[in-house]
């Protein structure tokens, strides 16, 4: 049985029975002076009771469930951090209403009984507002005085004092390298795993395509792999985006109001976030800054694995997955030799070195 039948019976028989007492009222008053087409009390009252009837069964949801159910849904978009930070300014908007009702009560008449009623309404706005306003730097500070240090300073062994929650994206985890990053602690704060992200890598896990089910159980392991870990905060978040249906525009949604970056290596969910002022956290744009910087000159060693476009060319992999591509490399196939860096090339899709072998030199 759900709320709004319960709430329309309920409408239905409260109404019915106001629609009863001003029935038998407004019959009383109409037979008081008697005409030839006056009803009785009784068929006043019958009449109005059942209209009272028919506007509660019709009304009731619409003045009880369904507002209370659209409150509920816009306090489950909002943030602890927002809602304790409301709670806050509303305690403080009352306090200082409350030292202000007493000289606004003095007023003459009728300002002595309007105006304090308005001070409480102003001033619970205004505390709200102001406290929501500045929930950053509330929470901050807060987290300044409770570990004995200057507040927004780092602390002691250098961490921040303002931790942050790091939204997760489908494709990070699916990635893997995410559990790698995080152990290393570059990443502060506590990893925030919506539920519709864990439906997705579910929905995955289960295709029947055979790659993308091996890609989605391999997300599990991520995920099992970061929970199992004591210094990585994971959470499982519930909070959801009503009338949203793609997961990138809910992360996007989400991270908006919980002010929040999100954690990805999506290139089309990277540009839309952008747009939308949302602070990205892009894996691949890490590995490329943590690759090694080489100069013209530079020597290194590399193992030629496999020829290259052009005539002549070999191709070999840096340990961090920078390709070389080695002039006259093809007769040095599947042996590891010392090369001279001649160009580095920045493109799209990363890093790549051009050398020659150290022999050519001499």
């Known amino acids: 049985m759900s709320a709004d039948f319960v709430a329309r019976l309920i409408g239905m028989i409260v109404f019915s029975i106001l629609g009863v007492y001003l029935g038998t009222h407004l019959g009383r008053l109409a037979n008081e002076t008697p005409g030839e087409f006056i009803f009785s009390v009784e068929?006043?009252?019958f009449t109005i009771g059942m209209v009272g009837a028919l506007i509660g069964l019709i009304l009731t949801p619409?003045?009880?469930?369904?507002?209370?159910?659209?409150?509920?849904?816009?306090?489950?978009?909002?943030?602890?951090r927002s809602l304790l930070a409301s709670l806050i300014g509303l305690i403080v908007g009352l306090i200082i209403a409350a030292l202000l009702?007493?000289?606004?009560?003095?007023?003459?008449?009728?300002?002595?009984?309007?105006?304090?009623?308005?001070?409480?309404?102003?001033?619970?706005?205004?505390?709200?507002?102001?406290?929501?306003?500045?929930?950053?730097?509330?929470?901050?500070?807060?987290?300044?005085?409770?570990?004995?240090?200057?507040?927004?300073?780092?602390?002691?062994g250098g961490a921040p004092m303002a931790e942050r929650t790091i939204l997760l994206d489908t494709s990070?985890?699916?990635?893997?390298?995410?559990?790698?990053?995080?152990?290393?602690?570059?990443?502060?704060?506590?990893?925030?795993i919506p539920r519709f992200v864990l439906n997705e890598l579910q929905y995955i896990a289960d295709s029947p395509d055979a790659l993308r089910r091996q890609?989605?159980?391999?997300?599990?392991?991520?995920?099992?792999?970061?929970?199992?870990?004591?210094?990585?905060?994971?959470?499982?978040?519930?909070?959801?985006?009503?009338?949203?249906?793609?997961?990138?525009?809910?992360?996007?949604?989400?991270?908006?109001?919980?002010?929040?970056?999100?954690?990805?290596?999506?290139?089309?969910?990277?540009?839309?976030?952008?747009?939308?002022?949302?602070?990205?956290?892009n894996i691949n744009e890490l590995a490329n800054a943590v690759k090694s910087v080489l100069l013209p000159g530079e020597m290194l060693q590399v193992r030629v694995i496999q020829e290259g476009k052009e005539p002549s060319q070999g191709v070999g992999y840096m340990d961090d997955g920078t390709m070389v591509v080695v002039e006259n490399g093809r007769d040095?196939?599947?042996?590891?030799?010392?090369?001279?860096?001649?160009?580095?090339?920045?493109?799209?899709?990363?890093?790549?070195?051009?050398?020659?072998?150290?022999?050519?030199n001499e």
């Open 101 to 156: 009702s007493f000289p606004l009560s003095l007023l003459p008449a009728p300002f002595g009984q309007v105006m304090p009623f308005i001070g409480v309404l102003v001033m619970a706005y205004l505390g709200v507002s102001v406290f929501v306003t500045r929930q950053d730097d509330l929470f901050t500070l807060m987290q300044g005085f409770s570990r004995g240090g200057a507040p927004g300073m780092a602390g002691e």
């Open 172 to 192: 990070v985890i699916i990635d893997g390298r995410i559990a790698d990053i995080a152990r290393t602690g570059f990443l502060p704060g506590s990893l925030l």
């Open 215 to 281: 890609r989605g159980r391999r997300g599990m392991e991520v995920l099992a792999q970061l929970q199992k870990e004591p210094g990585i905060p994971v959470r499982i978040t519930d909070l959801d985006v009503e009338g949203v249906r793609e997961v990138d525009d809910k992360l996007v949604i989400l991270a908006r109001q919980l002010r929040c970056p999100i954690l990805t290596n999506d290139y089309n969910l990277n540009r839309i976030a952008e747009l939308q002022g949302v602070t990205i956290l």
């Open 62 to 80: 619409y003045l009880t469930t369904r507002p209370i159910k659209s409150l509920r849904m816009q306090l489950s978009r909002l943030s602890t």
């Open 332 to 360: 040095y196939m599947d042996q590891e030799i010392n090369v001279v860096v001649t160009k580095v090339l920045q493109t799209a899709a990363g890093r790549m070195i051009f050398a020659r072998p150290e022999r050519e």
């Open 43 to 45: 068929q006043y009252a």
